[in-house]
């Protein structure tokens, strides 16, 4: 079946810095990737949807100059988060759609973020 | 915007039967996903119902009744392995988009 991966699994970082979470669809091709954040115990909430070759969507209330969403390619997207603060500690999952009828996802296995 | 409600957690006992509950109220529902997620990792798919009925695959079966707003999944001869968080998810074909919408899942504890 069709495999997406995200690197790294975790990242520790200080307040302040960026980081950067790639997504890759490793056997297919995908013009549309979404990304997820899922705190402890939570839903997991839609951030944004990354469209290849032009500007990602965002949900309402997800800061597009703080998380900074790149599509360059039909296999990879990239996720930016700047000036990273302690309250962005989350996981991030990424996905991208299935071609079946269901229109089911694939999704990566997460990376976790946690900002000191 | 879309309503999802699933019990928060459920325990069960290894070989036994157990069902989780979903609602939801939508405008438009297009579909309804139920996931796996194990602590840490990302969801597995399971099971996809979009016509009222049940739906059977192994071990694992999900009913839907759109009247009514009402889904479960249903978990034949538990094993400890089952231990996970299950997530409903619904799709709203709303606005044209197909992105579904998930429940905040519901963490099953199989023991011994």
């Known amino acids: 079946g069709a495999v997406v991966s995200q690197h790294p699994s975790w990242v520790i970082c200080k307040s302040g810095t960026s980081v950067k979470i790639e997504c890759r669809s490793l056997d297919f091709q995908a013009t549309t990737m979404f990304w997820y954040r899922q705190f402890p115990k939570q839903s997991l909430m839609l951030m944004a949807t990354s469209n290849e070759g032009s500007k990602a969507t965002y949900e309402q209330g997800v800061e597009k100059d703080k998380f900074l969403i790149n599509h360059a390619s039909l296999t990879l997207s990239t996720l930016t988060v700047t000036s990273a603060h302690p309250e962005d500690s989350s996981f991030y999952i990424c996905?991208?759609?299935?071609?079946?009828?269901?229109?089911?996802?694939?999704f990566g296995p997460g990376t976790r973020l946690t900002v000191l | 915007g879309q309503n999802i409600d699933q019990p928060t957690e459920m325990t069960a006992t290894e070989g036994a039967i157990v069902q989780i509950n979903c609602t939801y109220q939508t405008s438009g529902f297009n579909g309804l996903f139920w996931y796996q997620q194990h602590a840490g990792e990302a969801p597995t798919f399971l099971s996809y119902?979009?016509?009222?009925g049940l739906e059977e695959k192994g071990r694992f079966s999900s009913f839907l009744s759109r009247s009514k707003g009402y889904s479960y999944l249903l978990l034949k001869e538990l094993q400890m392995k089952d231990s996970a968080s299950y997530l409903c998810a619904v799709r709203s074909g709303a606005g044209g988009s197909y992105i579904p919408t998930f429940g905040r899942g519901t963490s099953l504890i199989v023991h011994p």
């Open positions: 119902n979009v016509l009222d």
């Open positions: 996905s991208a759609p299935s071609d079946s009828s269901t229109d089911t996802q694939y």
